[in-house]
């Protein structure tokens, strides 16, 4: 493709402008740079064009579902590495996405140590369900009931379970980082035991350690119940992937240290995930 002059890119941008066109408009400037420096063959700057026009009102809902619903980072499945968590099993992760649970109102629970992927696919189902038009919320467990507390202590606690029981998809995160106090515990089973049947929630927590995160057995098992009715389960064991960085440094000292590297050390058993529902 040869260069656009400036004015021809005025006339293509004063063109996009007029007819209401803003996300070619938002990318012909850094498309027809990729075209002119050849980094683009024309077919692909002309997909990327009207792919930036006919993606806009998507990105823009999910630009505003992002907003309302918390999301802290933006995560999806495309960026997931399936080759370096093998325990999980690609097929489950993939139908979960599909949304099936969400329809059926669903819990899904991810287990695991830390860094192996429980946040990140938590929120790539959060995103997907964004993406299909339905009303998604995140929060730390630590921020839910500090909502749900402070609301309690304003007299709106019921307009505020009913915001919380509202999405169709809630992601509890970072559950047992923090302590927990009695009416904490308390009105977080009340908001689960309100959402049960209803719509869906994503935790991260096994359920053995519930009653040490609740301090209470009781009221453990009563959300262990609603949570297990119909849930599926993503049981992870691997490695961390915030780690891998080392464990490549280790690997590459070794190579670079003897003829006949040491094999890394062993991985912990592949376990496959139970899936409950
Ligand atoms: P957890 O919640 O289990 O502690 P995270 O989901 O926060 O772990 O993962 C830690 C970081 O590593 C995040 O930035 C996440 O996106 C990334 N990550 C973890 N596993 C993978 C993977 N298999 N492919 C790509 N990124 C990953
Ligand atoms: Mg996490």
Redo the contacts with the bound molecule.
């Keep these: 493709m040869k260069a656009a002059t400036a004015s021809r890119r005025e006339q293509i941008r004063a063109m996009l402008a007029g007819r209401e066109l803003p996300g070619a408009l938002e990318a012909v400037d850094s498309v027809l740079s990729d075209a002119d420096s050849g980094g683009v063959t024309t077919a692909e700057a002309i997909e990327q064009l009207l792919g930036a026009q006919i993606t806009l009102p998507s990105n823009r809902r999910l630009q505003a579902a992002m907003r309302s619903s918390r999301l802290p980072v933006m995560k999806t499945l495309d960026e997931f590495d399936f080759s370096f968590q093998p325990s999980i099993k690609r097929e489950q992760i993939e139908s979960l996405h599909e949304l099936g649970f969400v329809e059926r109102k669903e819990n899904v629970v991810l287990l695991g140590p830390p860094g192996v992927s429980?946040?990140h696919l938590a929120i790539s189902l959060a995103i997907a369900a964004a993406q299909n038009g339905r009303r998604v919320y995140y929060g730390t467990l630590a921020e839910l009931i500090n909502s749900l507390e402070e609301a309690r202590a304003a007299g709106s606690l019921n307009r505020r379970l009913k915001v919380l029981s509202h999405p169709s998809l809630l992601v509890v995160?970072?559950i047992g980082y923090l302590p927990v106090t009695q009416t904490g515990a308390m009105l977080f089973l009340q908001l689960i035991s309100r959402r049960d049947e209803d719509a869906s929630t994503v935790l991260?927590k096994s359920f053995e350690e519930w009653g040490a995160v609740m301090g209470d057995e009781v009221m453990a098992a009563a959300l262990i119940g609603h949570i297990l009715h119909h849930c599926h389960i993503v049981n992870i064991r691997g490695n961390s992937y915030r780690m891998r960085e080392h464990t490549e440094l280790w690997q590459a000292l070794h190579s670079a240290g003897s003829a006949t590297p040491r094999p890394l050390p062993k991985r912990p058993k592949k376990t496959r995930e139970v899936k409950t529902s």
């Design positions: 429980k946040t995160d970072e991260n």
